[in-house]
């Protein structure tokens, strides 16, 4: 299939050729100008919550001397270990102004497998410093201590000495292919994966996302993603200081307990946009009242991006028909497309969103075919257009071009694909690679696709599709299909295979409700296995109910199968309850003989 490139021209909204520059190009233009700020509650905070640029611009300053007499030079790695707060931007801006590579990464503060991730993150990017806040401070030091790593210089950002002056700073040779960002977005805890986001890519990624939504200079964006994902860094905070414009956070643990209050802070704050998973969007049309939504007006809520995960046609109706009387607008909800190895967005729905209702077995046969009246269907989700990289779809094996209604590996190259690995030569050769005409390098997504009419579908994962006797089965479909017959279950699961006697066997796991304990698991176990059963002709080897948050995802919040079917080889799932199929392959595993512990699945 021929490549796409972007829908035109853009119009340069940028307040400098990187972020640096535009920071402090604002900073001197406005200096109280609001730039970036927490809201804990939305329901009563107003604009004081908000810091100005002059605040930004002399914080990062202070941060960039620290960081220089702390004996940290150009290139120099810095760990980033914060909760949801204007110090994360003043930290992160820090680094770019002392020439320095942010390391955003999730505190250490949580489950084992946390913790160790974020060490095995420090280590591989030969960190040279710490960046954190007082009030989290002492829990930090815990981490470092225990991970070996307590020799590190660890500064709290909002208790700075008096004698760093934002006078002494000076600004650094910043060009196209400088190292701003080192984005952990994926790998397994020993083996973690730092994609090198260059100061070019930065930007151009930026521009694209602020032209192609329409946003202009000095827009309001913002919402609960923490800002180490990517979606949350380089899709919310980012593009708000690049254009002279405001970021507007609440945490995530508020949303999660309170989900009315993310549209509570878009009406109070005025934001345009914002950006959420595909599960928030249903998870606020499950738990936001109808008495809170009569108090919401939504009707500057331009832009709803929807992506990180694969976007259901039904959460897209229903969040727009449930938020209507809110004066949302029609078409405010918007797919997308990104990955943290293009920075972030390459492709952007505008419009209503559009969708196609594709033969759900030609589909397992990777072919992309309007359904007929009365055949199974799936409605898949146009994700637009690229507004400014070049995207094909090849065949999977062969790197070759696919054409007609053929479904291939989506690949991208442009100016915002990122330069790399961290380090790993050999993963990023393989990944950025050079196509068999020896053009590129195009980025392997590992997304499975097709270019439609020149707006992009996305209808699976490469290397999780499941092969069950001979069919094709897309793991996101089975989940999503558990959750709707099952309300118990949570929001994230993850189905995957692993090695049987005749070939690979099926293991469902999935996050449950809380409430759900003792004899109710064993129920819901067997209600999932007839689930899965009438609905994908599939008999599981094994399932497993896990805690919520026991199912790994990559920091942009996509689900790691792989790595929850390593985890649970190891028999590390922080699992609830699991039947006797999935005791006896864990006991296998365990004893070394995995294919004694398990026969291939029927279908």
Known sequence: MEPVNGVGAAEDVLAGPHLVAAISATAESDPERKAVGLVRDPEHEGEEALR??????????RIAVLLRRAGLGAGSRVLLLFPQSAEFAAAYAGCLYGGMVAVPAPLPTGTSLETTRVAGIARDADAGA????????????????????????????????????????????????????????????????GVVVTHGALADNVRSLLSGFGLGAAPRLGGWLPMYHDMGLFGLLSPALFSGGAAVLMSGGAFLRRPHLWLVLIDRFGLTFSAAPDFAYNYCVRRVKPEQIDRLDLSRWRWAANGSEPIRAGTLR????????????PDAMTPCYGLAEATL?????????RTRRVDAAELENHRFVEAAAGHPAREVVSCGRPPALEVSVVDPVTGEPVSGVAVGEIRVRGASVAAGYWRKPEATAETFAVAEDGSGPWLRTGDLGILYEGELYVTGRTKELLIVHGRNIYPHDVEHGLRVHHGELGMTGAVFT?????????????????????????????????????????APVGVVLVRRGGIPRTSSGKVQRRLAARLFRAGELLRVHADPGAHRLMAAFREGDPLRGASAPTA
Do not use: N
Request: charged share 25%.
């Open 52 to 61: 100005s640029y002059s605040w930004l611009d002399g914080r990062a300053r």
């Open 130 to 193: 710490v960046l954190t806040v007082s009030d989290t401070e002492a829990e930090v030091r815990q981490w470092a201590a225990g991970a070996g790593l307590d020799d590190l210089p660890l500064l709290s950002v909002d208790e700075l000495p008096d004698d760093a002056e934002p006078e002494q700073w000076r600004r650094p040779e910043i060009r196209a292919d400088t190292v701003a960002v080192l984005q952990y977005t994926s790998g397994s805890t020993g083996d973690p994966k």
């Open 318 to 329: 229903a969040f727009t028909k449930e938020f209507a009387p809110a004066g949302l607008p």
């Open 345 to 353: 967005l390459v492709s952007l729905s505008t419009g209503e969103p």
């Open 498 to 538: 692993v090695p049987a006697e005749e070939g690979e066997a099926v293991v469902v796991t999935h996050e449950v409700a809380p409430s759900v304990q003792g004899d109710r698991c064993t129920e819901l176990v067997t209600a999932m296995r007839a689930t899965l059963a009438r609905e994908f002709g599939l």
